[in-house]
């Protein structure tokens, strides 16, 4: 392909910004230009020179950026390039993947190995993998890292490690991706020698404020701080009797003269043991609505306890229409099946997207909140909990990356539909070979439902093994806090199982807006997936199929099993049209998926058993071991942990 | 190239055993082969079945691997092969990697990454690196690989990790690699339910023996336990009461009848402070040569201290005449600037093999003490501490998979000189380009020493920071044990500087055979490399250049810093000859170790002059910082530790 300087043929491919490329600024393309704004770049087919031209055209770099990947996407994914009249800009502007890797290269919930970041290496030695990150990353258009784990240590606010992190930076932003930390909040006394880190202390301002401009003379665009304040035993203000709002407003204050933002985390809950951990973060956050400084960002998980295979969405979205609020996914499947388990999470961020919070009225989608149309908020973040690691396939496992993809795509464009999203990975991963597209699709729009089923169906969650949460444990009942136990959430007993979260429980349900809140607190309205999340429901209770809930649980689990048996077939099925190492890996991975899948429903339908006292129905194969040998299980040297 | 069944053409090469290629049971090679014994190898030019061809011959399949491996090594450096007349075979029947990697995946001085050990997805699956692992130690010949750390973890004995295990041995086992387990001495009672693991006790035999037998159950070739016992806070006999002997022949009878082998540490150490450290080996062991079951290796390090830049060879060798002595060198850089400082430990290796015991006289090598010719032991061994991981280039850095290489070719043959060795890599790695080759081969001949003067010259030894050995610390006086002081090695005082282990001080000396105690015991006689490890020295003593000890002293730090600027000039000299990320990585990682190698002169240097009171020589430069600085440095996340 031959490069030149001019558009002197037809046929060319005009990438640029009118600054670079003054052919670009020719009027065709000015509203155009206009509508993509400072991320965004149009791809056009039209005359320019009088010769026939494709332009990526963008006001910025990174826009051309951007526009290039798109444009190869399109090529990957076979489709024509012959006509393009597009126009695209990001609809969130902090698009951004949150590390939870720590210094010694430990990855907390990792499960692609270690962290890409060799801290001990930096800032000396620069690995290519860190360009490689940067470019993949820019493909999607994610354009912030959070290098830091949340949990987080104040050695990352010292000048060494800001060197080291420098020396990330520089390599990040010619693909337009900011560097962020996180912040310690009890650095000041760590690192700053000072005896207080209370928010309200004028030295201790003062010691943000001179950090914050240490910083940024390392990192000319540092893009600010995430913080985890008073929660799981993190520092943070309320350790001086203050509120986030006060936590947040200081580092925001410290980072504002440099264009800085915080996002600062509301997944808190208290030490002493709530009435529902389910309601915690609201009954914190909501009332401070207006308090935060105008770079804040309030970085809410999808639902309101952690990451399950399926929670209802998080209560806070759209109840503080004067803050920000950024949506903070896990891409990394810390409960779903680690990078072993094929489960592509496109339908799962997806259906938190399209949540209708009722805020506003019908409509009031949860994506809307996140994007700030709906409250009218410029700043607009979504985070995503990375699952990239030193792994040779950067995920753990080839399907795994498709959940990076699909964070980065929805959080560019969060109206996507998954099975668009899931059409283009695939494509672009194995090729356009249809009779190889259309049931790797299928399997992966399915794999999400699979892994609620083997889990947690019918609204149950948070049943999996204590700490490194590996496995089943819905008998899990000692854990120090009272809501880190299985038992906690799901209530089961002899008369039925689930959390009452309706008015005649915790009363969760008068967290979401009137329209919902009715919904959600009947037991014949609330949809059924999420019917043991918001209440406890006899054992013989018939559901919409007809069945018992017993019967409908079982079958669940065992729907889950099979399901995972299907994307086995699906597989073997590819084997001529996929390379062998990745053929063999995904096969193996299968094989334990389908393996763990039967450890999930074996243990939980065998424990639910003690308290149904109902038997399996008769035509089910029966669980390879008896509920004494799952419980007896220790899991031990397991990775994330 | 054509595959055929039978010699039918000129050119043709014919690879395998008379067994699986009945032309190779030719008279005209059967004296060759019966030479070749049971690992080795023929290559031969010459007619069979009236064609002219290329044999590669051997009595047994993993033969004919080894000598496809030397067919190709002669290819890659450019060798003839028109007239092939060569049998080889190796001089060391148990060639063995030992990783320090633990089941959590990382790896104790692991300085690539993390395990190569995925623990976790073990057995399901099988990384495609596992496979590249094995042939790679096959095309250097060696043939075993301890899994687990010596600082060993019960927990790798149960069933569920033998079937990790085991999962392991089947993809290494076509590579001709056996696999070995650490043993923890406690395992009868942490995972066995004992009371005891009293080796006299006959439930603990019965225990090991138990323990064997499952374990060849599922791995058939298991090759044996590898013990760490009493040192450094790991159990072991000693906690009984018994000897390191009984310890041994407790688990050498376990494994007795399935053909395994026990491979015994040497390297202890008693909780009591020893009067010196470098003697406690050889007191512990050499009174216990005879008393060790026939299928046992001591193994020993190649000095009596800890894989210093420089020790003088173990005085254990040659004074165990009755007991098989497996040399245990260390691969990864523990004391040799981890991954980034390009040190070759070709030469480190050599001196060792190639020092003379004077057991029964000149020429008792310690290479034929280790190949068991010298005290006619058909059992020997040679262990090499890994330094493979995770990395993608294996070693953490390209120069650093010379040392992998150079421990597997002078296992196979312990005569090989480092120059040929670092030749063949050098060609194999880069090409055989002149122009390359001589200036990249005399660069690794010239780093040990290098390495050797920028941290502990002139026989000074473990000057390391405390703990991790990241950098300087001559000056750590307060570690919880005497003999982890620095200062308890170097003896640095206003007279002078050293450890006087001759007559007059701890007479280590007297360890060694008359004819080298002679040597080593006199300050006039001793190898000046070895000087300070055997002598305390006055500053103002005049050495072989007629310079003061302490002008020599400083000469040596400032030249090992010269010599890293050498290797910088020499690499940079190569740009056009080396790929751009070979080129790139290496540049970053000299300019890493010149950096490292300044701060270890510096800070020595400095610290000494304490001492000395006398000053650095006019004309060289002065170092960076003062001491205070050096002192208050503290590395954190260090890998490896």
């Not at 444009?71 to 009249?85: E, N």
Request: aromatic share 12%.
């Amino acid at each position: 392909m031959p490069f030149a300087e001019a558009i002197s043929r037809d046929g060319t491919l005009a990438a640029g910004t009118p600054a670079s490329l003054p052919a670009l600024a020719a009027p065709e393309l000015a509203a155009d230009l206009a509508r993509a704004g400072e991320e965004g770049f149009v791809l056009r087919t039209l005359p320019l020179a009088g010769r026939r031209t494709t332009v990526v055209a963008a006001n910025r770099d990174v826009g051309v950026l951007y526009g290039v990947f798109a444009l190869l996407r399109r090529l990957q994914t076979a489709q024509p390039i012959d006509a393009l009249a597009s126009v695209e800009s990001p609809r969130v502007r902090l698009r951004v993947l949150d590390h939870w890797d720590n210094l010694n290269r430990t990855v907390e919930r990792g499960y692609a190995g270690f962290s890409l970041w060799d801290w001990h290496k930096l800032p000396g030695y620069l690995d290519p993998r860190y360009t490689d990150y940067a470019r993949a990353n820019a493909s999607l258009g994610v354009n912030g890292a959070v290098l830091t784990n949340v949990n987080a240590n104040a050695t990352s606010l010292t000048a060494e490690y800001l060197a080291k992190a420098a020396a990330l930076a520089g390599v990040f932003r010619p693909y337009g991706i900011r560097v962020y930390l996180t912040a310690r909040f009890s650095a000041p006394v760590e690192i700053g020698g000072l005896k207080t880190a209370d928010p309200l202390d004028p030295a201790v301002g003062a010691w943000w404020r001179g950090k914050a401009d240490e910083i940024y003379r390392a990192i000319p665009d540092f893009g600010g701080f995430l913080v985890k304040a008073n929660s799981e035993g993190q520092p943070g203000p309320q350790d001086y009797g203050r509120s986030h709002a006060d936590g947040a407003n200081l580092l925001a204050d410290a980072v504002a003269p440099h264009g800085g933002v915080v996002m600062w985390r509301a997944f808190v809950y208290s030490h002493e043991t709530p009435q529902d951990r389910a309601k915690q973060a609201y009954e914190e956050f909501q009332p401070q609505d207006g308090r935060f400084r105008p770079n804040v960002l309030v970085q809410v998980k999808n639902g309101p306890i952690d990451f399950q295979p399926r929670e209802p969405f998080h209560p806070l979205f759209g109840a503080m229409p004067k803050t920000p609020l950024m949506l903070e996914l896990q891409v990394t499947q810390e409960y779903l099946g680690f990078a072993t388990h094929l489960v592509f999470l496109g339908p799962l961020f997806e259906e938190a997207l399209r949540a209708d919070t009722h805020a506003r009225g019908a409509g009031s989608l949860v994506s809307r909140v996140v994007d700030g149309t709906l409250d009218g908020h410029a700043l607009s973040g979504m985070a995503g909990v990375a699952n990239v690691g030193s792994d040779r396939n950067w995920c753990g496992s080839v399907f795994a990356c498709a959940n990076w993809y699909a964070f980065g795509r929805l959080a560019w464009n969060p109206g996507l539909d998954s099975r668009t999203v899931a059409d283009e990975w695939t494509r672009m991963t194995f090729g356009n070979d249809e009779a190889l597209v259309r049931p790797v699709v299928a399997m992966m729009l399915g794999s999400r439902e699979a892994a609620v089923d083997y889990m947690t169906p019918l609204g149950l969650h948070h049943l999996m093994a204590e700490g490194h949460h590996y496995g089943p444990g819905p008998w899990v009942d000692s854990a120090s806090r009272a809501d880190w136990n299985s038992v906690y959430y799901h209530r089961a007993d002899a008369t039925g199982i689930g959390f009452d979260r309706s008015a005649s429980g915790s009363n969760a349900v008068a967290q979401y807006f009137p329209a919902l809140a009715e919904v959600y607190g009947d037991v014949r309205r609330v949809p059924e997936p999420l019917l043991l999340f918001f209440h406890h429901v006899p054992w013989d209770q018939r559901l919409a199929s007809g069945r018992t809930l017993w019967e409908e649980l079982v079958r669940h689990y065992y729907g889950g099993v099979e399901a995972v048996r299907g994307m086995q077939a699906t597989w073997r099925g590819l084997e001529d049209r996929v390379d062998l190492e990745r053929y063999a890996q995904v096969g193996a991975f299968l094989a334990i998926q389908e393996q763990e899948a039967r450890w999930w429903r074996d243990a939980c339908v065998l424990y639910f058993q003690t308290f149904s006292r109902r038997p399996i129905p008769p035509g089910l194969e029966r669980p390879d071991h008896d509920l004494a040998y799952y419980r007896a299980l220790r899991s031990r040297y397991v990775p994330g942990n």
